[in-house]
């Protein structure tokens, strides 16, 4: 059974400090894994996705993530952090375990608040 | 582009009312699902679809039914309607049914309350 886990439910930073949100999985065969973003009262929103290209993926508004099959972890970064940039952010998790059909499974979310 | 849409976006119920909350794409996808999310427990899959008259159940399934007559609509029934919920739930659809780790789309969400 695959699984998510983020580490911190809240997390703050400063305007232009880095932003580092942390998502560690567990899958029995190789994962497809996904980071979401949700603003206030809206859905989710895509931000970028790793389906075993390239381990280093680029998302959208400046952010990546590396996935490190050695640590099982797929951490969300941004160099510098933005205002516009807080909102609540989830890691899922989905493979082809289930007669291969996409199911997908979320972490708890971190919530990211910017300090101006 | 209206992609996922879900209707009502809020709405309010006494316990063991029931009600549909609807859910239509208009991408041509073959899987589609619905989620809840509860504050500290992310989003749990409730029921999924991965074609039209296809229907299983996700994590967390009990006091709700789904029906997948046609490839763009998913409605969700809460039969008797109870406070454990309470919650936001979001309508998901995507692109085939063998996943490639394709994009889940999801709607805007719509708020349910029990009373």
């Known amino acids: 059974a695959q699984s998510v886990t983020q580490l911190g439910s809240h997390v703050s930073v400063s305007e232009g400090a880095l932003v580092l949100l942390r998502c560690n999985y567990s899958s029995s065969v190789p994962p497809y894994l996904f980071w979401y973003v949700q603003y206030p009262n809206q859905g989710l929103q895509l931000l970028l996705k790793y389906t075993s290209a390239a381990t280093l993926v680029k998302g959208i508004n400046g952010f990546e993530a590396e996935f490190k099959k050695s640590e099982t972890s797929f951490h969300l970064t941004k160099p510098s952090a933005h205002m516009s940039d807080a909102a609540e952010y989830f890691c899922a998790v989905s493979d082809l375990s289930n007669f291969g059909n996409e199911k997908l499974t979320f972490g708890t979310g971190t919530r990211l608040t910017i300090i101006p | 582009n209206a992609g996922v849409t879900q209707t009502p976006k809020f709405q309010v119920l006494k316990t063991g009312q029931s009600m549909t909350l609807q859910c239509a794409q208009d991408?041509?996808?073959?899987?589609m699902s619905w989620y809840r999310q509860d504050p500290g427990m992310g989003l749990r899959l409730i029921h999924y679809s991965v074609g039209a008259g296809i229907t299983d159940q996700g994590e967390v399934p009990n006091g709700y039914n789904v029906s997948r007559s046609t490839t763009e609509d998913f409605p969700l029934r809460l039969l008797s309607a109870a406070p454990s919920q309470t919650s936001v739930y979001f309508c998901?659809?995507?692109?085939?049914?063998?996943?490639?780790?394709?994009?889940?789309?999801f709607g805007e969400g719509s708020w349910l309350t029990v009373v």
């Open positions: 998901a659809s995507s692109y085939g049914r063998r996943s490639s780790g394709n994009t889940i789309y």
């Open positions: 991408m041509n996808h073959e899987y």
